[in-house]
């Protein structure tokens, strides 16, 4: 089968959510025997050969990007992406069409594609994660492009009603579009990730090793304001022996300044791939909290599917039901700080992670692409 797969941007490195899930996915389609030709936008992003090792063909397109894009009833993340080079390639075969993402349908709705089959993979509601993206900003010129982005993608989002199928990345978000889209069939077809399994660690680490680690994209708006809630609020009230370790890719000078000056806080900038999974593997406490419950958080599925520690969330870190059984859950600063305590005492079982590995692969986190092609 061949398939034509639209990508928001250039899916190597894996390095982040959304691009994680593509790559995977590419990965698993190819694995399935698919033939997938690759159209990806990109934006200060090189061409990546390694991509041919997981598609046949790949296709780079630029972005309209600057103020032209924003003066348009259409979402700037759509409207910035409709390369006309684009649609005249998807017109050469009658292949199935996969778009991740709503950023990449400018052409879901065009006359040209009428007897295609057409599918969009939903990473989240897009316009509760602007709306959201807008609440985390401090500047109101941010903020008035968030919030504006986030009305323009709810009216916009009527676009899927000329998909085929729909393809959401939790079952919560599977629900809100089969309610909104009756007429369109809904799957929650769950993310895709690098599911090599690590060996189980069976030595516990010395007491003065132990770490506990939040990681994540720290250039994010939604990153930063958690990492500032950790040490404002979590960390003053923690032993101070009690070592904390933030990783992930471009923290700003002011973050960089703010972790130096605290003593039991370690910042690893920009870590290599290999770097983050042995901080992921021999984590003892994997502080995963958010204040948006949108989409999936990768960092989730990754702590638990490679991570050795424990696991402690906020309610809105849950995706779906049935997470509660393989993390800790404590909401509020006093909860969390409890829970933090508690755990960072408490020895970890080698067991756990391959407890934890079968709980997810029975939940649906199985890299498994029959939904797309069938």
């Not at 950790?230 to 300044?257: F, S, T, Y």
């Not at 050795?308 to 600063?333: K, R, W, Y």
């Amino acid at each position: 089968m061949k398939l034509h797969v639209v990508s928001f941007q250039v899916p190597f490195p894996p390095d982040y959510g959304g691009l994680i899930d593509v790559y995977y996915k590419l990965k698993a389609l190819k694995e399935a025997g698919c033939s997938v030709v690759l159209h990806t936008y990109r934006y200060e992003v090189a061409e990546q050969p390694d991509l041919l090792k997981v598609v046949d063909a790949v296709y780079y397109y630029e972005r309209f990007t600057g103020w032209c894009s924003m003066f348009s009833f259409r979402p700037y993340i759509v409207y910035s992406r409709r390369s006309k080079l684009l649609l005249e390639r998807l017109c050469e075969d009658d292949s199935p069409i996969l778009f991740e993402g709503l950023h990449t349908c400018y052409f879901l709705s065009n006359p040209l594609l009428r007897d295609r089959q057409k599918w969009v993979r939903m990473h989240n509601v897009e316009h509760d994660y602007y709306y959201f993206l807008g609440k985390s900003c401090v500047s109101w010129y941010e903020k008035c492009y968030y919030y504006l982005e986030a009305w323009k993608l709810k009216h916009y989002e009527r676009v899927l009603l000329y998909a085929d199928k729909i393809l959401a990345i939790t079952n919560t978000d599977a629900l809100y579009f089969t309610q909104k889209y009756p007429f369109v069939s809904t799957y929650c077809l769950p993310c895709f990730f690098d599911n090599i399994s690590v060996e189980t660690v069976t030595d516990v680490s010395p007491e003065n090793e132990k770490y506990i680690l939040y990681h994540g994209n720290l250039s994010v708006l939604e990153n930063v304001r958690v990492i500032n809630y950790i040490l404002d609020n979590l960390l003053p009230k923690l032993d101070i022996n009690m070592r904390v370790v933030i990783a992930g890719k471009n923290p700003d000078k002011h973050l960089r300044e703010k972790i130096s000056r605290i003593p039991n806080v370690s910042l690893v900038a920009n870590p290599l791939q290999e770097e983050m999974n042995s901080l992921i593997v021999f984590a003892h406490i994997h502080l995963l909290l958010t204040f948006q419950n949108t989409g999936i958080k990768l960092k989730l599925i990754y702590s638990l599917m490679k991570g050795h520690g424990h696991c402690l969330v906020n309610s809105m870190m849950i995706p779906d039901p049935g997470f509660e059984e393989v993390c800790t859950i404590a909401d509020g600063q006093e909860a969390q700080v409890i829970a933090l305590r508690k755990l960072y005492h408490t020895p970890l079982m080698p067991e756990a992670l391959q407890w934890r590995q079968q709980a997810l692969t029975k939940m649906g986190y199985n890299n498994q692409v029959t939904l797309i092609l069938h």
